[in-house]
């Protein structure tokens, strides 16, 4: 779907970055990166990547890979200066070099100040509240001594959602504080929100693109399974099991929120959709996400290629989809930890309809993600059904090297 606007932000880059010598710099070097640069390759577009780790999934796909610290100033600061364009993969970078290079006149998608805004879960609230966009009622405390207190006091009652206000990702940063026990054990340290714990129906995704002519596209909401220990998205299907009008109010509601943050490139947006119906924004990543990796088999055009259309300030692609999809993380085995061995890569590969991604991490710990699978069928009831039948071939133990 895609809709064109005015384009009222005089921080948006109105000129088509497009050309055969841009260079692209990415902060982050993760299976995001790897598929971003998976993408940029059909077109030769030039990615150097910012990573600590050596041997990141992107280091050996990306124009050229830099080892450095994405959270460093001074290393942020030295590797944008040689890029036409930045973008990043992972939030937690350093906001304040990428100001400074925006000062420099560098191109920075997504803008600092979202990025700051999204880097903590309490800012972020507070912008949805001043901004008029649903979302469940929260309280911010100085630490969790304080939440402790708001609950004795009766303020709080449980059960509520804990979350730290920074550095939360991947289930890490969330806990469902349902007794007085989990409040001992469960408890999250330092800087947090407290949050309304709601019945719901639905945990829902949409991602929404939007580039410099302030054109926005948003992908077909899709629903997601998280995993009850992990605390991770464990399967996610496309189309959600919504309405049309509760899929049209989802997707209304993610092109809000990207036009609030006034941002370019990719903003994934992640709704809890009550039992009693409404639609409540949960939390947003301003990068390729992991409900829209279906996207690459699934879709006319993929959530990374769609990522650099909007930053390049391209024309955004198609988002309908082929067919329904699911997608099943990979993850490491819960006992196994260390150097990477996979199993049933064989057997699953023999099924029809299914991909496998595996991102060339070399060790595996419990719960890591170490890959993932799309499947693809004529309707969402095969596609569902497949999914069961292949999500426990693949799995990821841990052998000496």
């Given at each position: 779907m895609t809709r064109t606007g005015a384009g009222p932000s005089a921080r948006l880059y109105l000129r088509p970055m497009f050309h055969p010598h841009l260079k692209i710099g990415v902060l982050g070097g993760g299976q995001l990166g790897k598929m971003l640069c998976q993408a940029a390759a059909d077109w030769h577009l030039h990615l150097a990547v910012l990573d600590p780790t050596?041997?990141?999934?992107?280091?050996?796909?990306?124009?050229?890979?830099?080892?450095?610290?994405?959270?460093?100033?001074?290393?942020?600061?030295?590797?944008?200066?040689?890029?036409?364009?930045?973008?990043?993969?992972?939030?937690?970078?350093?906001?304040?070099?990428?100001?400074?290079?925006?000062?420099?006149?560098?191109?920075?998608h997504p803008a600092p100040c979202a990025l700051e805004i999204i880097q903590d879960k309490g800012r972020q609230k507070i912008f949805y509240a001043e901004n008029n966009i649903p979302t469940a009622a929260f309280e911010l405390f100085d630490d969790d001594e304080a939440l402790l207190q708001a609950v004795r006091s009766g303020r709080w009652r449980l059960p509520l959602v804990q979350k730290t206000r920074t550095a939360g990702y991947d289930g890490r940063g969330v806990a469902v504080l349902r007794t007085p026990e989990d409040l001992q054990t469960k408890r999250l340290y330092g800087p947090c929100l407290a949050e309304e714990y709601l019945p719901l129906r639905a945990e829902v995704a949409v991602i929404a693109a939007r580039n410099a002519a302030d054109e926005v596209t948003v992908f077909s909401p899709v629903e997601m399974d998280f995993h009850p220990e992990a605390n991770l998205v464990e399967m996610l299907l496309c189309p959600a099991r919504l309405s049309p009008f509760e899929a049209a109010e989802a997707e209304a509601l993610a092109e809000r929120v990207i036009r609030a943050f006034d941002l370019c490139g990719l903003l994934a947006v992640e709704m809890f959709l009550t039992e009693d119906g409404r639609l409540l924004v949960n939390e947003v990543a301003p990068r390729p996400h992991n409900s829209g990796h279906h996207t690459i088999e699934a879709a006319a055009t993929s959530q990374f290629q769609q990522h650099l259309r909007a930053i390049c300030g391209l024309p955004l692609g198609?988002?309908?989809?082929?067919l329904p999809a699911a997608m099943l993380n990979v993850l490491g085995a819960p006992e196994h930890r260390g150097p990477a061995h996979y199993e049933g890569v064989e057997a699953l590969l023999a099924e029809p309809g299914v991909y496998l991604h595996l991102y060339g991490k070399q060790t595996t710990a419990p719960f890591r993600k170490m890959g993932h699978i799309t499947v693809t069928a004529l309707t969402l009831d095969e596609v569902v059904a497949k999914a069961r039948r292949v999500r426990d071939i693949v799995r990821v133990v841990s052998r000496p090297a």
């Open positions: 050596p041997d990141a999934p992107a280091s050996h796909l990306c124009s050229e890979f830099v080892v450095g610290d994405f959270r460093d100033y001074d290393a942020v600061l030295a590797f944008g200066q040689k890029a036409d364009l930045l973008t990043v993969e992972i939030e937690q970078v350093n906001v304040q070099a990428l100001y400074e290079l925006e000062r420099m006149g560098k191109v920075v198609d988002t309908s989809m082929r």
